[in-house]
């Protein structure tokens, strides 16, 4: 299967499915003498694992990531990077149900049709468990990132009606420690107990929703991006657009700033402790494709999961009408879980286009 490897220069590949042996992921490309910690690699891991809290899925998954090389006395070598983390609460049996019919708005019709053949257990290669690879490969990213001076911050700033009002971004540790204080993961507190009480009422009737996350990337320097086809915006869209049940993605102004006028729109220039800065950040932190030093803010929209404990109507392998009923352990709302996704797909880009510019550039 094509399509498993992701970036140029710091490049991943990811592997496994949901109930096979282990999923895990190479980074190649990776500088060396990168400190590599450990305990922070698994803490990005225990914010994805299932089984977190009532808003997420009930799977029990422990996520300890093994790294088998690239590794030498704490610090990268420069060479493959391997990290394997073992699968452990497989019930495949919760999914015999499936087997042979079809979930509405799920990957079963479109595998089956592109493969012809599909690992139902789990939803197989499609399930969002191959996103603990990525989770795993984006702490190596954020720990080379960290060491330019770069930071990544996301949080839920939107479960189905509930939108976060804006939070003061000046100090995004201080974000980070409020965002962790709440099982959704939203920097706003009252929001956040808004949206629990929400997607748990959700939870009980069976449901599920949808929901956004906004990122914020701080202290990139201006110049990132490779124009035309590879500007920056592209390669973030692209990237969060790979993520399971993402819908959409809009930088900086986004949809919102199509309704804006110029004069209304335009980031005026002007300098700041000697550094060029614009007053405003329509731009989202990237013009021309290419980064101005502005923080990069972009927003994406996840959709309302697919698996909903209902019966609904489907047709099996053999286009006959059937009945498909909700079962297993799903999660109701998947932004709480995503955050960390997205933030760690956002660190593998800035990752690569950083080595992009020093391999390319005048800098
Ligand atoms: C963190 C996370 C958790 C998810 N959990 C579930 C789940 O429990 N049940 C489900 O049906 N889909 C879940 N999804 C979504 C599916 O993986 C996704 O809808 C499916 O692979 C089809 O892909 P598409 O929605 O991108 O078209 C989850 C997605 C993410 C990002």
Redesign the pocket.
Known sequence: MAGNSFGELFRITTFGESHGKAIGVIVDGCPSNIEIDEAFIQSELDK?RPGQSKIT?QRKESDTAQILSGVFEGKTTGTPISIVIPNEDQRSKDYSHIADKY?P???DYTYQMKYGIRDYRG?GR???RE?AARVAAGAIAKLFLKKQGIEIFAHVSGAGQIETPNVDSSDLQALLQIREDNIVRCADPATANEMIDFIDQIRKNGDTVGGRISTIIRGVPAGLGEPVFDRLHAELGKAMLS????HGFEYGSGFDGSRLKGSEHNDIFTQENGKIVTRTNFSGGIQGGISNGMDITFRVA??P???IMRDQSTLNQEGEETTISGKG???PC?VP??VI?VEAMAALVIADQLLKQKAYSNI
């Open positions: 994805r899925t979930r708005s799920h990957a939803g499609s399930s969002a996103t993520i399971n049940a993402v996840f959709k999961v697919a698996t352990r799903h999660d998947v879980r995503a996704i």
